[in-house]
């Protein structure tokens, strides 16, 4: 797409110059030249009192969309191992398959990993691709995204779902520009629409005031990145039957960064694969009181969350924040301290195993969600807690 100008019609009369706030139009062998600066916005079009200027429109290949089949999620491996992550990805395709009726298929590149999938076959996959390759021991954005979008153009999927991790959240985009379709990132929920079959495809928008129902009408795959703990990880299915097949691509293209070695980053704060999250909310009165919830936290070896009132407050970072748009937790254990439970704060904790809340309201609405509520001033039952866990280490 761009801006043409028609020669003849053109008087040089330089008002598209002008009006152009880009100057991203110049004379050049005396006629009017569009450059690189040009962003599309049509002010010039306007302008022009010849109708010299038109936007050109690419001619868009219609594609068939009858030609994609199979529900394919993305199998994300660490050092070698399968995520844990990929299992829930695997859930979400096994409920697309129940009102969609396609394949399920997983796809996974790694070095070593084959044997490590048969598990996704005793759960539900019907088949997975798989790239071994030394290549893929380092996580690379254009290596990864260069292997699925050769997969995708080859194999034709109608659903592709990927984990909205560091991992998914960073190649995804590319693979869906090079296969010239839409993705919707970070959904909460996916689901199949009855009429139409397509992928509904849920996230927040606005600040997480709506929430957006968003199909992919025209463009295949349809593809998505969900949020991590919305979905539980797959369960082992009866007879499961499935192939792992084995797949090759040519790494000339895009191989252009050498990884010198790996550093693993400390203090990382990795709420969504913690067992334990102490979080601390608006209770805590100040950003220094932190230090109680940091100190519960180092000794029931867990992780620091945060209400959004105390990470707009500045007490403690984003990253922390547990919620509607913050992350989505489901610990074996939640502690929530000083946090009243408001709806957007449940929806991303309430689903966590056991949940333990210390409110000084007896009326506080996260009590509804809570296994265990202490009634009490966090100021005098935290250090009640320190204490007693100190005295067990002893
Ligand atoms: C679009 C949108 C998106 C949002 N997203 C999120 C989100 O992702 N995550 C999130 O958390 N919120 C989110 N919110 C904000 C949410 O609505 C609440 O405002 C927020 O969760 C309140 O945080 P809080 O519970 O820490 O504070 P408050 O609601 O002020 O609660 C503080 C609690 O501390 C208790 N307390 C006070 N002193 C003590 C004490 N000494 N000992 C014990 N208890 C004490 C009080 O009884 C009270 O229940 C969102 C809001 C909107 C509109």
Known sequence: ??????????????????????????????????????????????????????????KKKEINLDEYKGIWFFVETRDSQVASV????????????????????????????KDKLTPLIKKGAEKIYFIDDDIFCNFR??????????????????????????????????????VKTGLTADCTDVD??????????????FGGNLMAKIICEK??????????????????????????????????IGDKIEICGR?????????????IIVSGGRGLKEGKNFNIIKELADLLNAAVG??????????????????????????KIYIACGISGAIQHLAGMQTSDYIIAINKDPDAPIFKVANLGVVGDLFEVIPILIKKLKETRR
């Open 86 to 113: 990929s299992y829930e990805m695997l859930s979400a395709a096994k409920k697309l398959k129940e009102k969609l009726n396609e394949e399920i298929c997983g796809v996974c590149f790694g070095k070593n990993i």
């Open 219 to 252: 463009h295949r795959p349809q593809m998505a990145t969900i949020r991590p703990k919305i979905f539980e990880e797959a369960d082992d299915e009866e007879n499961s039957k499935g192939e792992i097949i084995e797949e090759k691509i040519n790494f000339e």
């Open 141 to 178: 954005e254009e290596i990864y995204a260069n292997a699925l979008s050769y997969l995708i153009k080859k194999y034709k999927p109608n659903i592709v779902i990927t984990a909205a991790t560091m991992i998914g959240r960073s190649f995804i985009p590319a693979v869906s520009v090079k």
């Open 1 to 58: 797409m761009g801006i043409k100008v028609i020669y003849e019609k053109c008087n040089l009369c330089r008002k598209c110059i002008e009006k152009c706030v880009f100057g991203a139009i110049e004379i050049k062998e005396n006629k009017i030249e569009i450059n690189e600066k040009c962003n599309l916005c049509g002010l010039c079009i306007k302008t022009c009192p010849q109708n010299a200027l038109i936007k050109e429109v690419e």
């Open 306 to 331: 945060a209400s959004r009132a105390a990470v707009d407050s500045g007490w403690i970072g984003y990253p922390h924040q547990v919620g509607q748009t913050g992350k989505t937790v489901k610990p």
């Open 192 to 205: 199949i629409d009855e009429k139409t079959g397509l992928l509904i495809q849920t996230r927040p928008t």
């Open 263 to 275: 550093e693993k980053l400390e203090n990382v704060v990795d709420l969504q694969e913690a067992e």
